[in-house]
Structures are given as structure tokens and as C-alpha cells.
């Protein structure tokens, strides 16, 4: 069975430009999260998505941070414009929904912001 | 709310020793709990889990977690800790009513030959 898939794997980028990241979660799974992992902390919920609509994106920078799931598949996260502290690895998980709560995790997007 | 703690950022323990990391939770609700480790430059893998039924829970990799409720904690064991051990674990908690998966910080566990 694949995983769940992310891209890119790391990217680079000067602060004030843009950047877009992918996930295409296990087929199936209803839920889909996008999760900001800082270096040296635990991952910090940014949006969680049941099939395509949101159920919970309260720490989601609304100012600068918008994430969107087409037809309740894929999705992808976005940063417009990326500040220094944006700089994290960005980790989507998808689970089948609330009567399947374990959740399972891409390899993540590193980004750097300089 | 919810939430997380695990007391000790980094653990550092000699091969064959025994491995405890701790985990302390809040939840409103009677939660779910889940252990996850990340290998460097990888996504978080699930250890093991508890959502009802007997409270000690093994895992994979010889792993085990016991749910207290009257401690509000759920530490993870292994008995005896393997160089292939060394990665980063974290708690985490879930529940119903929130519909939320929040993190602890993690803890490093180190392995020494």
C-alpha cells in the first residue's frame, strides 16, 4: 500500500517569496492534516481537513497561510510570504477519519527560509 | 483543551539499558494515545497506540506503554535498548470531542555503545 506522499522534499527560499507544498494522502483516508514541525519541537496542527472541508484551522497564519484539499484528495499548503520563522519541516498525515484516529505521516517538506 | 508533556527533552541511556520516557496528558474527555518516533530526515512512525480495552499496550521494536488514568500519564518502556533505538519520540494525544491530534514536544533518546 503507498504511504502518504509529499513534495518537494526540501526547498529553499528567500523570505518574502512564495512557496507551495503537495500532499496526496493514502487512498481513502477522510481526514488529512498539515502539521509545522520547528526544529527541535513537536509538530503543531496547522489545518486538519475532512474529505474537502475544515474542520479545525486555529493556528493556521490566516495572513500568510492558505491550504486547500481539491475534491477531498489532494492537497496543498501554501505561503505567501514566507517570513525567517516559517523555517520547518512540513508534515501531512492522513487517517481514515474519527473512527480511525492513528494517522499516517509523510516523509515532511523541509523548508528554509533565508 | 488538550495536552501534552514529556519531561525531558533528551534521554540518554547505555545499550541494553532499560528505556523510560515519560508522557503526562490533559484531555477533557478520556483521550486516545499514541507514541510516534522520527528517524532523522523522516516522517513520524507509529509505535503504538491506546484508545480502550487493557491499559498496557505493546508496540513494535519491543516497545510498551501503560495508560494511568489516576496519573494522567502514559510512559513509554522498553527493557532493554538497542543503538537502533536512537530517534526522537513523541506523545500525542487525540480525542473526540476536539477531533485534534496535538504533540508533545519530543524527547531525543541517545544509545550508548
Known amino acids: 500500500e503507498a504511504g502518504v506522499a509529499q513534495s518537494p522534499r526540501y526547498k529553499i527560499i528567500e523570505k518574502r517569496q512564495s512557496v507551495a507544498f503537495w500532499c496526496n494522502p493514502i487512498s481513502g483516508h477522510a481526514t488529512l492534516y498539515w502539521y509545522q514541525q520547528i526544529l527541535g519541537q513537536g509538530p503543531k496542527l496547522l489545518i486538519q481537513f475532512q474529505n474537502n472541508g475544515v474542520v479545525d484551522d486555529s493556528q493556521l497564519p490566516k495572513d500568510r497561510f492558505s491550504a486547500e484539499r481539491l475534491k477531498g484528495v489532494d492537497s496543498t499548503l501554501k505561503i505567501q510570504p514566507a517570513k525567517l520563522e516559517d523555517s520547518a519541516v512540513y508534515l501531512c498525515?492522513?487517517?481514515?477519519?474519527?473512527?480511525?484516529?492513528?494517522?499516517?505521516f509523510g516523509q515532511g517538506t523541509r523548508l528554509t527560509v533565508v | 483543551a488538550q495536552s501534552v508533556t514529556q519531561l525531558g527533552s533528551h534521554v540518554s541511556v547505555s545499550e541494553g539499558a532499560l528505556v523510560l520516557l515519560r508522557c503526562n496528558y490533559s484531555?477533557?474527555?478520556?483521550?486516545?494515545l499514541f507514541w510516534y518516533v522520527q528517524y532523522p530526515n523522516q516522517g513520524l512512525q507509529l509505535l503504538l497506540k491506546y484508545t480502550t480495552g487493557a491499559t498496557l499496550v505493546k508496540g513494535i521494536n519491543g516497545f510498551e506503554a501503560e495508560f494511568k488514568k489516576s496519573e494522567t500519564s502514559f510512559h513509554l518502556t522498553k527493557p532493554s535498548a538497542h543503538m537502533s533505538d536512537a530517534a526522537e519520540y513523541f506523545c500525542?494525544?487525540?480525542?473526540?470531542?476536539?477531533?485534534?491530534?496535538?504533540f508533545g514536544g519530543g524527547t531525543r533518546l541517545m544509545v550508548k555503545p
Open positions: 498525515a492522513s487517517s481514515f477519519g474519527q473512527a480511525n484516529t492513528e494517522a499516517f
Open positions: 500525542a494525544v487525540f480525542n473526540n470531542a476536539g477531533n485534534m491530534l496535538t
Open positions: 484531555s477533557s474527555v478520556p483521550p486516545y
